[in-house]
């Protein structure tokens, strides 16, 4: 529903964010035969092979693979923010032309505007879209609370932590209510505890708000936790080479058996792929 | 808020105020220096119609006031002061956020004005005397001459280093056209934009008075000149000191505060000590 966004339904948007907390849930998310090549100095570089991805409303998926396998791209792909060299995206059965509010992506370093305060940066997404004032001053104090910052709302970025930053990123992307959250290893940077919180609070809001999240990690457990499937990428130039569905009961402990024996068996997934590459370079040198 | 966590208690058990320790200091040194100063004066080594003593300067000073010459120029510097700044203003914002997202403008313009910066600002009053004469309209012409540059560069500079995170993200979030440009480009800029308006700011003031030194109209650099002409040390030192305290003030009451505010909003920390 909230994805046919358009000007003029901000009045909708809003009635809908403040109705309940059964807010329209996720769409759903087509990756077909996306690629990636960067022209560089020494000739092209192929950063993601032809991708394939079928994403159900609502799913919560999991890309995972090691640093600078294209899973990154894939994703500014899918938020709009980055041009594909082949290839189309369809959200909700439509292609995906340039940014669009039903996507919005987090980034790792939470990205907060340093010149606005926590409630002025939560409120930035309602801004663009015209609501008025009071309106989204109401909106953007329900998120903050939502993300536990309550009390927070005149603070600057500078003044938090890097998970309470974070949290504030996830208080201004939901504050738009768009129907497919995209996180670039949004909790890379913190630290285990307060990941392992971020982590609940995400599967919670994910529980309630059923959006369809897009989650790019490079940790196989943060993955198995989180994901409802898992995407294994292989090295660059990026491919999917496996597609975990993890059946595990949620909240997940990640402490739990079945999760560690699913990691593992992720792990050696990875590492053959790895593998693989190497042999593949020493060969391609030999030549 | 911001203020308070930059300044670390302990410090501040240790020290007692150092604001006031400092400003003690500094008292003394000036206190020091003028008395230096004043017996120098008083032992006849220089003659006193070449160094004047801080008595004779205060007096003059006293002089320059008393007979309504010192205002008035006062009044008439700082309206040029105004003027030209403000076109350099308009013109250095428009010209720096049109280099800023023009990769065009930035290639022609761009290097230009790269080259006009190198010019020093005083380099501009033959021209600005043949187009306007010698008048108001040329120094102000060298005034705005003089900022211009400094501030596009700031303005473009600014513009350049706003960090891509910011753009994807407010794009993320809906912002387009107008709105980008105003509530996050300009704000990401604003450390930058505003360190090219100091610096505008010491251009235009140093162009100011060497225009007034030229051109003889009721104005500070015109008392200096008298001050010459008259064969007179201390008019000349009185109306320094007057044009120093005007610079100490426009960056303490005007710069200072916005740029302290700006920084500590940020979590950028304080320039100053």
Known sequence: MLHLFAPGSEQKVAQDSNSSQSAPGGISLKVEGVSKVFPGHSGAVEALRPVDVDIAAGEFICLLGPSGCGKSTLLSIIAGLESASGGKVLADGKVVRGAGTDRVLLFQEAALFPWLDVQRNVEFGLRQAGIRAKERADIARRFIEIVHLKGFERSYAHQLSGGMRQRVAIARALAINPAILLMDEPFGALDALTRDRLHAELESIWTTTRKTVVFVTHNVREAVALGDRVLVFSPRPGRIIADFRVDLPRPRSLEDHQLVSLSSEIMTVLRDAMGTQEQEGIHGKSN | ?273
């Not at chain 2, 006009?116 to 705005?144: R, T």
């Open chain 2, 1 to 273: 808020m911001a203020r308070a966590i930059s300044d670390a208690p302990v410090k501040r058990e240790r020290i007692g105020h150092p604001a006031l320790t400092t400003w003690i200091r500094r008292i003394v040194f000036y206190a020091l220096l003028l008395i230096a100063w004043q017996l120098f004066a008083n032992t006849g080594i220089i003659p006193t119609y070449n160094l004047p003593g801080p008595a004779d300067v205060v007096a003059s000073l006293g002089n320059l006031f008393q007979s309504g010459q010192l205002l008035p120029a006062i009044g008439a510097t700082m309206m040029r002061l105004a003027i030209g700044y403000a076109i350099s203003l308009a013109i250095g914002l428009v010209l720096g956020l049109l280099i800023g997202c023009f990769r065009i403008v930035e290639e022609t313009v761009g290097s230009l004005v790269l080259g006009l910066q190198a010019l020093p600002s005083v380099c501009w009053l033959p021209l600005g005397i043949l187009w306007f004469g010698l008048s108001d309209q040329a120094i102000i012409f060298v005034v705005a001459m003089g900022a211009i540059f400094s501030i596009t560069l700031g303005v473009n500079e600014g513009i350049k280093n706003t960090p891509p995170v910011y753009l994807k993200a407010a794009r993320n979030l809906g912002a387009r056209g107008l709105a980008l440009a105003a509530q996050v480009i300009l704000p990401a800029a604003l450390p930058a934009i505003f360190s090219g308006l100091k610096q505008g700011w010491t251009f235009a003031w140093r162009s100011l008075m060497a225009g007034e030194l030229i051109y003889f109209t009721r104005s500070l650099g015109n008392l200096l000149q008298q001050g010459r002409d008259n064969l007179d040390p201390a008019q000349v030192m009185a109306v320094m000191v007057v044009i120093i305290a005007i610079s100490v003030i426009i960056e303490n009451v005007v710069f200072g505060p916005i740029e302290r505010r700006m920084r500590e909003r940020r979590g950028l920390g304080s320039q100053r000590s």
